[in-house]
């Protein structure tokens, strides 16, 4: 009897091990919970359409990452829309440039969601007085730029961790890059790209006129910037945020928010890193 017991112990712990490695394996290889979101493009809407049925598709607060389908202007979108929710956004280009976006393919989307890799990136905080006296705060991921908002070229004062370092800056215009922005606006107005893991942040002029042709400023990621606006009664000036305007400001000032993080996904090789080093060579 005690042989006959002892095997059947054995028997009941062999087979214990076996459901629980199976349950260890089917717990592994678990799909993700997808949450899909389309721009308003009807190429957009059409593949999530074909996703959704196909993944499946749950609520923002139950998925395990969010996939968006669009252009580069909806996945900012989706990442000031998602923040609270710290869950990874993985985008696929439904739009043109896609430059935060993963090519689009309706295979192997699992797949491609477990192997990518994670980018965190942190956003520009935008407090923007208005000559009216109204607060303005908004989130940019890509950059903070002020524009001139009639015929007449606009002139700031540029103030950086309190030290006033430009009197009067006349121009059409200035902004303040992320590394993940410096390749938009900044790039096209003339600011250089940055790597992505730089803890600087790129202050690039727009048609600067005074002082002529000035090229701008490589400040840490830490700092404070202050823009007044001289004169805006005969020279408005608009404060824009990633495309979220504000007219009529008198002053804007701008910090990295390191509390907020904002989780990006990409496939192997083509993160972030690899895209900015990749432009400077088009």
């Known amino acids: 009897m005690h042989g006959a017991h002892l095997r059947n112990l054995t028997a009941g712990a062999s087979l214990m091990r076996a ?3 199976r349950a260890q394996t089917m717990t592994a290889k678990r799909k993700k919970a997808i949450a899909f979101l389309a721009s308003s493009a009807p190429m957009a809407i059409s593949a999530r359409e074909a996703l959704s049925e196909r993944y499946g598709d749950v609520p923002l607060h139950d998925a395990d ?3 968006a389908l669009g252009g580069d202007g909806f996945m900012l979108e989706t990442l000031n829309a998602s923040q609270s929710l710290d869950t990874p956004v993985y985008g696929m280009n439904r739009g043109t440039v896609g430059f935060l976006m993963n090519a689009y393919s309706a295979d192997r989307l699992d797949e491609r969601l477990e192997v990518a890799g994670e980018e965190v990136l942190n956003p520009l905080r935008m407090r923007a007085t208005t000559v ?8 940019a991921i890509n950059e903070v730029s002020l524009l001139r908002a009639g015929p007449q070229t606009a002139r700031l004062r540029i103030t950086v961790d309190g030290r006033v370092r430009m009197e009067e800056l006349v121009c059409d215009g200035a902004l303040l890059a992320t590394p993940a922005g ?3 606006y900044n790039y096209s107005a003339h600011g250089p790209i940055l790597p992505i893991g730089a803890d600087v942040l790129a202050l690039t002029a727009m048609a600067a006129f005074r002082p002529r042709r000035w090229r701008g400023a490589l400040l840490p990621k ?4 202050r823009f007044d606006v001289l004169d805006p009664a ?3 000036v608009m404060a ?3 495309a979220q305007p504000v007219r009529d400001v008198a002053s804007v000032e701008i910090r990295s928010d390191p509390e907020i993080r904002h989780r990006l996904l990409f496939d192997p090789g083509h993160g972030l890193e690899e895209r900015l080093i990749r432009e400077q060579f088009f």
Do not use: C, F, N
């Not at 009216?132 to 989130?139: K, P």
């Open 222 to 225: 830490s700092a404070r910037v």
């Open 19 to 21: 459901v629980s490695g």
């Open 234 to 236: 005969k020279r408005p």
């Open 240 to 242: 824009d945020a990633d």
């Open 182 to 184: 410096s390749t938009a």
């Open 65 to 67: 990452v969010i996939v």
């Open 132 to 139: 009216a006296g109204e607060v303005h705060e908004l989130l």
